[in-house]
């Protein structure tokens, strides 16, 4: 025994609780977009950091950083899309070392079409069952567990963009 202390029951509750959220939900989302729009959760999640940068476009490490992916993953994923005609490679101007992804017009086409019942899935299991309050405790927790897994790091620019009053990020 290294002298840690358990949860108790309130702890353990909360914390089996959140186990079981973080097991399900992913199943929820990847089972509505393969259905609907014949991609992964992580696919979408890859074309959508695409489709919300200047001309669609990142680096492939910066990429990897913002999708919280090892570049090996992301390379048979961004593979699988382009075959597909969703995302091209091609390599950084200036430097032919650097290889882009970019997001094609038939990628764009299918985010558009594909964004509202990802949404929609996103309203159903997890903001319209909370109230307005807990939303922003959920915002809060969230916030406090990324602190400590991920203290300003790669993916905090994603999660971070919203946080103005307003949604602006500013």
Known sequence: MTGTPWLDRRQMAAWVRFVA????LPGVLD?????????????YFVMAVLSETPGRTLRMAELAGATNSTLSRLSHVVQRLEERGLVERFPGPG????????????????????????????????????????????????????????????????????????????
């Open 21 to 24: 959220v973080l097991e399900l």
């Open 31 to 43: 089972s509505q977009l393969r259905r609907d729009s014949g991609v992964t959760h992580f696919d």
């Open 95 to 170: 430097d032919r070392r650097v290889t882009n992804a970019r997001l094609t017009e038939d990628g764009w086409a299918m985010m558009q079409a594909a964004a509202p019942g990802h949404v929609a899935t996103v309203r159903r299991h997890v903001i319209d069952v909370l109230t307005p309050e807990q939303v922003d405790q959920l915002a809060a927790i969230s916030d406090a567990m990324l602190a400590g897994i991920d203290p300003p790091g790669p993916m905090a620019a994603g999660y971070r963009r919203y946080d103005g009053p307003d949604g602006s990020g500013e």
